[in-house]
């Protein structure tokens, strides 16, 4: 079993910046793909990026590229979003996931077994 706590969530106007956080704890952290995911009143959740616990290969949806960076600290059992040049469609509930590695990336939420809370983010115009 693996729990996850997202942090850093907030309003923030166009433009701005946010790092979100999500810190993982029960099982080792290096054997998980960990993701980050976001959903919007009335769609579906969406994919934004993911990385590799073990050595740190990430990989981006097309919402995060160029403005979104994953990241993670294993000394610290955390994975990090930055996000900078918000925009008010980037408005959501941020949700970071993990999927053990032998299973391979994933990029649909179903492929993932454990799910933080969510992290509510509101970008102003």
């Known amino acids: 079993q693996v729990q996850l706590v997202e942090t850093g969530g907030g309003l923030v106007q166009a433009g701005g910046s946010l790092r979100l956080s999500c810190a993982a704890s029960?099982?080792?952290?290096?054997?998980?793909?960990m993701g980050w995911f976001r959903q919007a009143p009335g769609k579906e959740r969406e994919f934004i990026a993911a990385?590799?616990?073990?050595?740190?290969?990430?990989y981006s949806g097309n919402s995060a590229k160029g403005r979104f960076t994953i990241s993670r600290d294993n000394a610290k059992n955390t994975v990090y979003l930055q996000m900078n040049s918000l925009r008010p469609e980037d408005t959501a509930v941020y949700y970071c996931?993990?999927?053990?590695?032998?299973?391979?990336?994933?990029?649909?939420?179903?492929?993932?077994?454990?799910w933080g809370q969510g992290t509510q983010v509101t970008v102003s115009s």
């Open positions: 990385i590799r616990s073990n050595d740190g290969r990430t």
């Open positions: 996931a993990a999927r053990p590695l032998l299973y391979g990336l994933g990029t649909r939420d179903y492929e993932y077994d454990y």
């Open positions: 029960g099982r080792t952290f290096s054997n998980y793909y």
